[in-house]
């Protein structure tokens, strides 16, 4: 097992991050993807599996558990990229979209620069 590949399966069960945001009334799970796409199976299975954890957070009443001030309200997961996704990543984030939409949750990719600087 590649250092990468360990690395992405000790996330797997990680939320990033939870938020409120007041003006879409709507909690935020965010999805922090900071490597490089590769399309290999494993980076797809991890990201399959990333997914997963998130939805039965949301589904499985461990969010209204944790959170009740956010219970009941609409849901969306970010996934905030450094690196665009390439074509395998993108065919699986169409189908969680699709398959998050039959939830009432909404799935955004946010690409973000964090290379940004001199």
């Given amino acids: 097992m590649k250092p990468q590949d360990s690395k992405l399966k000790d996330r797997v069960g990680?939320?990033?991050?939870i938020a409120h945001e007041a003006k879409r009334g709507e909690v935020v799970l965010v999805m922090n993807e900071t490597d490089k796409w590769?399309?290999?199976?494993?980076?797809?299975?991890?990201l399959q599996e990333r997914f997963n954890a998130y939805v039965s957070f949301l589904l499985d009443g461990e969010m209204a558990e944790s959170h009740?001030?956010?219970?009941?309200?609409?849901a969306r997961i970010e996934v905030r990229c450094v690196h665009m996704p390439d074509a395998r990543?993108?065919?699986?984030?169409?189908l969680?979209?699709?398959q998050l939409a039959f939830?009432?949750?909404?799935l955004e990719v946010v690409m973000r620069n964090e290379a940004a600087g001199p």
Wanted: hydrophobic share 40%; no cysteine; net charge negative.
């Fill in 89 to 94: 990543a993108l065919e699986l984030l169409g």
């Fill in 103 to 106: 939830q009432d949750i909404k």
């Fill in 38 to 46: 590769n399309g290999s199976d494993e980076q797809l299975l991890a």
């Fill in 14 to 17: 990680v939320i990033d991050v």
């Fill in 68 to 74: 009740p001030e956010l219970a009941g309200k609409p």
């Fill in 96 to 98: 969680i979209h699709d």
